[in-house]
């Protein structure tokens, strides 16, 4: 698309929100309450930042990135038999759909990011220390920036989500060094032009999730040598997951540098830099695999985070669930309730977790000399689960979980609901639903409908409590079902996607959360 024309559309699409925007404020349910003190369960403050997420090359129409090609030769399941897959969820063409549904959950913040690939379409472009963007993809980012601030919600906005520009791969990828100089040129040109409008930033998605899923796994785009080429290579320091890893960090510690000087040339109020990182636990059943389990749990969650503890602002963790161990790889337990994408559901060891990274960072202060406490956003949480069964509890339980944390002194800020709408879920395609709105794909239109959990998040974000008949109710949904088929997009390995779900029961299992009593 020729800069003219993306400055065109979004001119259009800007007077339209502002159409939307009017009509639908004044039509939006009022959904703050008076709530009974007495039926409270969880309670969180007024400075705590309830907010939704999404990704450029999950939403984003129009974009010729690393993952379209991909999909195009057969990388990616759920994709070939949908209908426009290529349009997302027209994200670039229509942001005000996904950020008007956003809004009127009555979140403050939103997380989404800026393409490296769509800003910088010509490498030979960067220069030394600078980049030059298109300038029709900064407008329109400019635009949807804009959009997300009249509606009452902070940007937080991602630098690199999963998706390496085309013009990468060529480089060798993030086992090179010089795609970190890359990265590093192309941060300062996006902060210069956003700059004034953001004061949060995330340099960096996942690094770890990138580079075991790309370089090790070899199920992503990026790979190397081919899918499963190179399983050892999480063997640190030399497997290419480790390079990769330190070329990550290297570039979210120089851009970490680079935007706060930026910021205090310019004299703009002082940036919130962090990261967003995927934080997991490996679950043994043998006593090989404990010793698995243990290097796993080190590798996958301090690894990165130690090489860039002493350049955060704040420190974003992702919390989807945990993996059971089966040898060198994972297995479905037919005991065990799971998300579609095949993740064992344990809000458990997301309160373990945050623990465990408060206890590093802020207690023992690896890495951090004698800084001030490390604040930490729970960047993302979510389950994929088109049935919408247990998303409600999901998301009742694992807000126990994290208030529990806080409860005990983890400076968690703000929790992030990943997402809006069903979307492109990477190699797994469109089979999995994340969202709290889904989607039906149509040749003419995406339709979309609000599930129940989109009133129940949106009931918690405007009142910030979690209310005794919530959590009731969200488990009587669930337990009204069990035994019952519900969709499921993986293998019975739990290692494959598929093209289409298939039928899983729902478990007759109890994993609400309780400090006292865990669950595996």
């Given at each position: 698309?020729?800069?003219?024309?993306?400055?065109?559309?979004?001119?259009?699409?800007?007077?339209?929100?502002?159409?939307?925007?009017?009509?639908?404020?004044?039509?939006?349910?009022?959904l703050r309450g008076q709530v009974n003190t007495q039926d409270i369960l969880l309670s969180f403050g007024d400075d705590f930042m309830f907010g939704l997420?999404?990704?450029?090359?999950?939403?984003?129409?129009?974009?010729?990135?690393?993952?379209?090609?991909?999909?195009?030769?057969?990388?990616?399941?759920?994709?070939?038999?949908?209908?426009?897959?290529?349009?997302?969820?027209?994200?670039?063409?229509?942001?005000?759909i996904e950020l008007r549904l956003a809004a009127e959950t009555g979140a403050k913040v939103f997380r989404f990011g800026v393409d490296w690939g769509r800003?910088?379409?010509?490498?030979?472009?960067?220069?030394?220390?600078?980049?030059?963007?298109?300038?029709?993809?900064?407008?329109?980012?400019?635009?949807?920036?804009?959009?997300?601030?009249?509606?009452?919600?902070?940007?937080?906005?991602?630098?690199?989500?999963?998706?390496?520009?085309?013009?990468?791969?060529?480089?060798?990828?993030?086992?090179?060094?010089?795609?970190?100089?890359?990265?590093?040129?192309?941060?300062?040109?996006?902060?210069?032009?956003?700059?004034?409008?953001?004061?949060?930033?995330?340099?960096?998605?996942?690094?770890?999730?990138?580079?075991?899923?790309?370089?090790?796994?070899?199920?992503?785009?990026?790979?190397?040598?081919?899918?499963?080429?190179?399983?050892?290579?999480?063997?640190?320091?030399?497997?290419?997951?480790?390079?990769?890893?330190?070329?990550?960090?290297?570039?979210?510690?120089?851009?970490?540098?680079?935007?706060?000087?930026?910021?205090?040339?310019?004299?703009?109020?002082?940036?919130?830099?962090?990261?967003?990182?995927?934080?997991?636990?490996?679950?043994?059943?043998?006593?090989?695999?404990?010793?698995?389990?243990?290097?796993?749990?080190?590798?996958?969650?301090?690894?990165?985070?130690?090489?860039?503890?002493?350049?955060?602002?704040?420190?974003?963790?992702?919390?989807?669930?945990?993996?059971?161990?089966?040898?060198?790889?994972?297995?479905?337990?037919?005991?065990?309730?799971?998300?579609?994408?095949?993740?064992?559901?344990?809000?458990?060891?997301?309160?373990?977790?945050?623990?465990?990274?408060?206890?590093?960072?802020?207690?023992?202060?690896?890495?951090?000399?004698?800084?001030?406490?490390?604040?930490?956003?729970?960047?993302?949480?979510?389950?994929?689960?088109?049935?919408?069964?247990?998303?409600?509890?999901?998301?009742?339980?694992?807000?126990?979980?994290?208030?529990?944390?806080?409860?005990?002194?983890?400076?968690?800020?703000?929790?992030?609901?990943?997402?809006?709408?069903?979307?492109?879920?990477?190699?797994?395609?469109?089979?999995?639903?994340?969202?709290?709105?889904?989607?039906?794909?149509?040749?003419?239109?995406?339709?979309?409908?609000?599930?129940?959990?989109?009133?129940?998040?949106?009931?918690?974000?405007?009142?910030?409590?979690?209310?005794?008949?919530?959590?009731?109710?969200?488990?009587?949904?669930?337990?009204?079902?069990?035994?019952?088929?519900?969709?499921?997009?993986?293998?019975?390995?739990?290692?494959?996607?598929?093209?289409?779900?298939?039928?899983?029961?729902?478990?007759?299992?109890?994993?609400?959360?309780?400090?006292?009593?865990?669950?595996?």
């Amino acid at each position: 698309m020729s800069a003219r024309f993306q400055i065109h559309l979004g001119q259009f699409s800007t007077l339209i929100f502002k159409v939307f925007l009017l009509l639908g404020l004044a039509a939006a349910p009022q959904l703050r309450g008076q709530v009974n003190t007495q039926d409270i369960l969880l309670s969180f403050g007024d400075d705590f930042m309830f907010g939704l997420a999404n990704a450029p090359a999950h939403v984003e129409d129009h974009l010729d990135d690393i993952w379209l090609g991909f999909a195009e030769n057969g990388g990616v399941r759920a994709y070939q038999n949908q209908v426009r897959p290529q349009d997302r969820l027209e994200f670039w063409s229509h942001p005000e759909i996904e950020l008007r549904l956003a809004a009127e959950t009555g979140a403050k913040v939103f997380r989404f990011g800026v393409d490296w690939g769509r800003l910088v379409p010509d490498p030979t472009k960067c220069r030394q220390t600078r980049c030059e963007l298109d300038q029709g993809a900064v407008s329109r980012y400019k635009e949807i920036i804009g959009m997300v601030r009249e509606l009452g919600m902070e940007p937080i906005v991602t630098l690199f989500h999963h998706s390496t520009p085309v013009w990468a791969k060529a480089m060798g990828g993030w086992v090179s060094e010089s795609l970190a100089d890359q990265f590093v040129n192309f941060t300062r040109q996006a902060v210069l032009e956003f700059g004034s409008l953001v004061k949060y930033w995330i340099t960096l998605n996942e690094p770890s999730v990138y580079s075991f899923l790309s370089y090790s796994a070899g199920v992503w785009p990026d790979r190397i040598l081919g899918p499963n080429r190179d399983p050892l290579s999480i063997v640190c320091p030399r497997g290419s997951y480790c390079v990769a890893n330190r070329s990550m960090a290297d570039a979210h510690n120089r851009a970490y540098k680079l935007i706060h000087e930026i910021y205090s040339a310019n004299d703009w109020s002082k940036p919130q830099v962090g990261i967003a990182h995927n934080m997991t636990r490996h679950i043994p059943s043998s006593i090989v695999e404990r010793v698995q389990a243990v290097y796993l749990f080190r590798l996958w969650n301090w690894y990165l985070p130690d090489l860039i503890a002493g350049n955060l602002d704040f420190l974003g963790l992702n919390y989807y669930g945990v993996e059971h161990m089966d040898g060198l790889g994972i297995k479905m337990r037919d005991d065990r309730e799971y998300s579609e994408s095949g993740r064992a559901v344990s809000p458990y060891h997301f309160y373990t977790l945050l623990k465990a990274y408060h206890k590093r960072y802020n207690i023992e202060k690896l890495n951090r000399d004698n800084r001030a406490e490390l604040p930490f956003i729970v960047t993302e949480n979510g389950i994929s689960d088109g049935s919408d069964l247990i998303r409600p509890a999901y998301i009742v339980e694992h807000l126990k979980a994290m208030k529990a944390a806080m409860d005990e002194g983890v400076p968690v800020k703000g929790y992030i609901f990943w997402t809006v709408s069903d979307n492109w879920e990477w190699a797994d395609g469109y089979c999995p639903k994340f969202g709290l709105v889904a989607v039906d794909r149509t040749p003419d239109d995406l339709v979309r409908e609000k599930r129940g959990s989109y009133d129940l998040f949106s009931a918690i974000a405007t009142d910030r409590v979690v209310t005794v008949a919530q959590a009731d109710r969200a488990w009587q949904l669930l337990e009204s079902h069990i035994g019952k088929d519900r969709p499921f997009c993986r293998s019975a390995d739990g290692y494959y996607a598929l093209d289409a779900p298939v039928a899983r029961k729902l478990v007759d299992f109890d994993w609400r959360f309780s400090k006292s009593s865990p669950i595996d």
